[in-house]
């Protein structure tokens, strides 16, 4: 049973100790793969609503490829992945879309496209024969372009932007589906750690606004610092969910990463903060007189 379920609730349940709550997204018994690789098997979580659930753990252990197949991006080899307690892969895609909207981990800019026009491809999932470009649409966009601070570049190239404002970009157009929740994988990818932390609290005012939020990331001390939920994966298997101040401790991350350290509290935030073990005192140490 994966650290921080309490006792008699389902092994892949990312279950809580402050009591019920509800999830609109989940996901059961899933075998995970790409062509003969299998990547997970009988995976399963539960998206707490109203939470920002993080996903941590190495490099190649499942984490994207959790968030592909609750994205509805990736077909589980089996299991089934639920959203409103329906299989996800029977739900018109517009109606996914208008209920869960996803930032890839490496957008692909059309050449040449203005902010604004890039943030209005959001709205595609209510756009159809019958109904084309809106009032509310526009409002939807203009929203959404200043929730992220990005209003005043609506008429700039997307190309032309830093890198930093192009993420903020691409999360404006997931704003503007207007969809409750939200996947997020690595969204602090290629950013300095400046833009990074700018990301991360837009992405924590946005959770204290209602929405739900899933993001894969790969920095433990943020992870802890942001998730109200974190579910920790190694080789295909959640090894650990829960609060981070729950869960996170130094053997934790030492049996999920290989890392030996300390877990201090973060005197800013109050957060698990993450020590990792000098191995050239320990070398020296070890070094004969």
Not at 19 to 43: F, I
Not at 147 to 156: I, K, N, P, S
Not at 266 to 279: H, N
Request: proline share 7%; glycine share 8%.
């Amino acid at each position: 049973m994966p650290r921080g379920t309490p006792a008699g609730s389902p092994a892949t349940a990312g279950h809580s100790t402050e009591g019920t709550w509800m999830s609109r997204l989940r996901a059961t018994d899933l075998t995970l793969a790409y062509e003969q690789r299998v990547v997970a098997e009988h995976l399963g979580v539960e998206i707490i609503d109203g939470s920002f659930t993080v996903i941590v753990g190495p490099n190649a252990c499942g984490k994207s490829t959790l968030l592909r197949a609750l994205a509805r991006l990736l077909k589980p080899r089996t299991g089934v992945v639920y959203l409103d307690d329906e299989p996800i892969g029977g739900l018109p895609a517009k109606q996914v879309a208008r209920r869960l909207g996803l930032l890839p981990q490496t957008p692909i800019t059309p050449e040449g496209i203005t902010v604004a026009d890039l943030v209005g491809r959001g709205r595609y999932p209510y756009q159809g024969l019958l109904r084309q470009w809106s009032r509310e649409d526009e409002r939807a966009v203009t929203a959404a372009m200043e929730a992220v601070g990005v209003a005043e570049l609506a008429d700039r190239p997307v190309d032309e932007l830093s890198g930093g404002q192009r993420q903020r970009v691409w999360l404006a157009l997931v704003l503007a589906q207007e969809t409750p929740i939200l996947l997020l994988d690595e969204p602090t990818t290629y950013l300095d750690i400046a833009h990074q932390i700018e990301v991360l609290d837009l992405c924590a005012r946005l959770h204290q606004e209602g929405r739900t939020l899933v993001a894969v990331l790969h920095d433990l001390n943020q992870a802890c610092r942001y998730a109200t939920h974190l579910i920790a994966m190694r080789d295909g298997k959640v090894i650990a969910q829960g609060a981070p101040g729950e869960i996170v401790t130094a053997e934790l991350v030492e049996e999920v990463f290989g890392l030996p350290c300390q877990v201090i509290t973060c005197p800013e935030a109050g957060t698990p903060l993450v020590i990792p073990a000098d191995r050239r005192r320990s070398l020296a140490v070890a070094e004969p007189a």
